[in-house]
T-cell receptor, first 115, second 106 residues
Framework: DTEVTQTPKHLVMGMTNKKSLKCEQHMGHRAMYWYKQKAKKPPELMFVYSYEKLSINESVPSRFSPECPNSSLLNLHLHALQPEDSALYLC??????????????FGPGTRLTVL | GIQVEQSPPDLILQEGANSTLRCNFSDSVNNLQWFHQNPWGQLINLFYIPSGTKQNGRLSATTVATERYSLLYISSSQTTDSGVYFCAASYDKVIFGPGTSLSVIP
């Protein structure tokens, strides 16, 4: 099973709302990632968790707050977002904790609209 | 960091035609993947190919790591092949290329 699941599929929120995106994998992978993708652009790395610890934060604004409660789950907490944060948010996982060298598998994404 | 380029940026094919997509990367990599992003946004793994050649049905890929490029071959294209094809390379973190947008017309 090479499935990564994400909920919700779509999310519309106001700039004052607080919401969370959820990602889950049951492949025993030890690295998990959040990417942001704007229309007609490639995915851009936001965060990497390796062995449930935050390994990389690509200078993401603090209104995005990641959380890895256990090795299967990854959350992205959203607060006070701006309209320019509207995008497709993709979660991925890979087997090794040495996350640059192993194959990544992506979830279907959450399409976020900030009004 | 690594720079990743893809060519061509856009490609229109008649159904049944063959095509070659190219990915160039600026430095040594230890991971090279090809993805197909469908119109709904799902990134589908095509190949994990840091080096060598692999085939999967009508698709095949070759990575020549010493010359810093990878090729994706699509044979007998179908309308369902339409979408954006990304290569992603990494040494210490994953960098996606800008993608090739493929349209296959009946």
């Amino acid at each position: 099973d090479t499935e990564v699941t994400q909920t919700p599929k779509h999310l519309v929120m106001g700039m004052t709302n607080k919401k969370s995106l959820k990602c889950e994998q049951h492949m025993g992978h030890r690295a998990m990632y959040w990417y942001k993708q704007k229309a007609k652009k490639p995915p851009e790395l936001m965060f990497v968790y390796s062995y449930e610890k935050l390994s990389i934060n690509e200078s993401v604004p603090s209104r995005f707050s990641p959380e890895c409660p256990n090795s299967s789950l990854l959350n992205l907490h959203l607060h006070a977002l701006q309209p320019e944060d509207s995008a497709l948010y993709l979660c991925a996982s890979s087997q090794g904790g040495d996350w640059g060298t192993t194959e990544q598998f992506f979830g279907p994404g959450t399409r976020l609209t900030v009004l | 960091g690594i720079q990743v380029e893809q060519s061509p940026p856009d490609l229109i094919l008649q159904e049944g035609a063959n095509s070659t997509l190219r990915c160039n990367f600026s430095d040594s990599v230890n991971n090279l993947q090809w993805f197909h992003q469908n119109p709904w946004g799902q990134l589908i793994n095509l190949f994990y190919i840091p080096s060598g050649t692999k085939q999967n049905g009508r698709l095949s890929a070759t990575t020549v790591a010493t010359e810093r490029y990878s090729l994706l071959y699509i044979s007998s294209s179908q309308t369902t092949d339409s979408g954006v094809y990304f290569c992603a390379a990494s040494y210490d973190k994953v960098i996606f290329g800008p993608g090739t947008s493929l349209s296959v017309i009946p």
